[in-house]
């Protein structure tokens, strides 16, 4: 038997090495705290025009990603709309969300240890993959019928995901602080047939 999973959900992980002037400008900013009560971010919402040689080092990540693995035509490209920096102290943590008008979303940790917690993609229990109407019992849980799947974050890891793509991230047990950058990126370009076409700017 020859298992085929059609349109499986691309989720690129790699690492670039934190730099120490990073997280020095990463502690000039203004942070507030969020309105959930789980967490501080950072007032500007454009961070990464701040640290223009990691924003350098991302476009590169999301432009393989588009290239070489998802073979996105070279006609379209990326840019980003937003980025932030968020620091969650002992017991913050961040709600299941997605992030809306874009279409790549990332996080990359300027500082994370061990026991700082997981970014966590949860498909609905009660969505699986053969159909909504059932929640099967699993003798053993893998990569098609597991609904949580869970990255284990550390300094200078880079994540890059669909942005309709429901995550949350757990609890800091620890009592350091947990320094990550969120980012949304979206295309641009003319693409698409004449009768569907669009051409974002």
């Not at 002037?21 to 959930?36: G, P, V």
């Not at 620091?87 to 940790?109: M, Q, R, T």
């Not at 793509?165 to 990126?185: G, M």
Request: proline share 4%; hydrophobic share 35%.
């Amino acid at each position: 038997m020859k298992l085929h999973q059609l349109n499986p959900i691309p989720i690129l992980t790699t690492d670039i090495p934190v730099k120490k002037e990073w997280l020095e400008i990463a502690d000039q900013f203004k942070y507030i705290r969020m309105a959930t009560g789980n967490g501080n971010y950072t007032e500007d919402k454009y961070v990464l025009n701040k640290l223009p040689d990691l924003r350098l080092e991302i476009a590169k990540v999301i432009e393989q990603f588009a290239r070489d693995i998802l073979k996105i035509n070279k006609k379209i490209g990326f840019k980003f709309l937003n980025s932030w920096i968020n620091i969650h102290g002992h017991k913050d943590f961040s709600y299941s969300h997605y992030h809306s008008n874009s279409l790549f979303s990332g996080v990359y940790y300027l500082k994370c240890e061990e026991g700082q917690g997981f970014l966590e993609f949860n498909n609905n229990k009660y969505n699986n993959h053969l159909s909504s109407l059932f929640h099967f019992e699993y003798d053993e849980l893998n990569l098609i019928n597991n609904s949580l799947h869970r990255f284990n974050a550390r300094s200078g890891n880079l994540i890059i995901f669909p942005s309709s793509i429901p995550h949350s991230v757990s609890i800091n047990n620890s009592q350091e602080k947990r320094y990550s950058l969120a980012f949304n990126a979206f295309p641009f370009g003319k693409f698409g047939e004449p009768e569907s076409q669009i051409n974002l700017e």
